[in-house]
């Protein structure tokens, strides 16, 4: 199959790696072995998904454009444990595609870029059973998830991903060596979510970290007291608690200072 007789969809955000090499780089970046299963998303011509097969033991690949399928089923002639389904991912039930895996899985895409946080969100809030997701994105968007404490690029979902897990760019990758060339470089990060570091209520944390960084200006103090639905008092009470300044931002507050916070809330609102 020729590059140029695949019909790019530009609806679905179609920007294909054909680079032998950064395909490989990617694959070998996401450490999988023979005892792995995983999970791609964005099949596109099936490039990544054939590199993914040889490393491990079964991959299963999602692809929204039906009209990928013999450009799919091309690349994919002398795989045996590839299977394709040509559903959206962000509307799949995650029990469904679950049902393809004996166990827990790993996450390998690389795809558009006005789904990869919430395709990221379903498969951290969602299940348990993701090792680790290895993606492709926008090179802001690395940078946002890695930020540090303190720095302008520190976010809600900064804080949330290092929560469940830990995140790493792995490498940058030129806008060149995707066909049709983007308008953004990119990059690919790693967020390993085998060994969760943190116990609190989930729910109650996503509930503080969203609400501390809703004004991003204002002070940690302002926006608890907005945000939950609790007294002044009960704010003072639980920040003081935390041995954390009032004038502080959301930026300027570990991960560590978000589950503190979260236990405090919680016990405020069981009293
Ligand atoms: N992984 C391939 C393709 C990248 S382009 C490669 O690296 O070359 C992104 C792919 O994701 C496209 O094929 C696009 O059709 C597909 N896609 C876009 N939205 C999707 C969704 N919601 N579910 C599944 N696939 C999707």
């Keep these: 199959m020729e590059i140029k007789e695949i019909k790019f969809n530009k609806k679905y955000g179609q920007n294909f790696i054909f680079d032998t090499n950064l395909l490989n780089s990617i694959v ?9 299963e995983v999970l791609e998303i964005g099949t596109g011509a099936g490039t990544l998904t054939k590199i993914i097969a040889k490393k491990c033991k079964k991959v299963v ?11 799919i089923q091309q690349n994919l002639s002398e795989i045996n444990n590839a ?20 166990d827990s899985y790993s996450i390998i895409a690389n795809l558009p870029y006005y789904i990869t946080t919430p395709l990221i969100l379903k498969f951290i809030l969602q299940t348990k059973r993701v090792k680790k997701i290895t993606i492709m994105v926008q090179k802001e968007v690395a ?14 979902i900064t804080v949330l991903l290092n929560f469940y897990g830990d995140v790493k760019i792995l490498r940058n990758v030129s806008k060149k060596v ?23 209520d989930e729910k109650l944390f996503l509930q503080i970290v969203k609400c501390a960084f ?9 926006n608890l007291q907005k945000g939950l639905n609790i007294t002044k008092d009960e704010v003072t009470i639980m920040l003081k608690k935390c041995n954390i300044d ?26």
């Design 143 to 156: 940078e946002r998830f890695s930020a540090k404490c303190n720095s302008k690029d520190y976010s809600a």
């Design 28 to 36: 070998s970046d996401a450490k999988i072995s023979k005892e792995d």
């Design 178 to 200: 995707f066909v049709p060339m983007p308008k953004v470089d990119s990059a690919v990060v790693q967020i390993n979510l085998e060994n969760g570091k943190y116990e609190c």
């Design 246 to 271: 009032f004038n502080k931002r959301a930026e300027n507050l570990t991960v560590e200072n978000f589950v503190d916070l979260t236990k405090a809330y919680f016990d405020t609102i069981s009293q």
């Design 214 to 222: 809703l004004m991003r200006r204002k002070t940690i103090y302002n």
């Design 61 to 71: 690949s999602y692809e929204i454009d039906k009209n990928l399928q013999s450009v």
């Design 83 to 102: 299977v394709v389904i040509y559903k959206d991912a962000l509307k799949e039930e995650i029990k469904n595609i679950e049902n393809n895996f004996e």
